[in-house]
């Protein structure tokens, strides 16, 4: 089970910082990523991260802006997002999915079993 907190309203230029908590069973070996659904737009993945942590991926969009990490002791999984822009405005999901290997990153959303239950970003110009 996937928890998720943080997100809310911020200012364009601003920052947020979303959580995404396990139930800790299995954590440190499910690779994990974060996704987000703007209206009227499909599901696109945000970043995504390795079990071991040391592997990212970023969508274009959100490089250099947003940053994800996991701390694997505390079976939870962060997105920063800063630089803030109008066009972030979404829900905002986190995933996860065994995976064996531990270096690998996985990007699409048909591959995760775990969807965390959203949670509100909306950014204001």
């Known amino acids: 089970q996937l928890i998720q907190s943080g997100g809310g309203l911020a200012q364009a230029g601003g920052s947020l910082k979303l959580t995404c908590a396990d139930s800790?069973?299995?954590?440190?070996?499910?690779?994990m990523g974060w996704y987000r659904q703007a209206p009227g737009k499909e599901r696109e993945v945000v970043a995504a991260i390795s079990r071991s942590g040391r592997q990212t991926s970023y969508a274009d969009s959100v490089k250099g802006r947003f940053t994800v990490s996991r701390d694997n002791a505390a079976y939870t999984m962060y997105l920063q997002m800063n630089s803030l822009k109008p066009e972030d405005t979404a829900v905002y999901y986190c995933?996860?999915?065994?995976?064996?290997?531990?270096?690998?990153?996985?990007?699409?959303?048909?591959?995760?079993?775990?969807w965390g239950q959203g949670t509100q970003v909306t950014v204001s110009s």
């Open positions: 800790g069973a299995g954590f440190s070996i499910r690779a």
């Open positions: 995933a996860a999915v065994f995976h064996p290997e531990a270096e690998a990153v996985v990007t699409s959303s048909q591959t995760y079993h775990y």
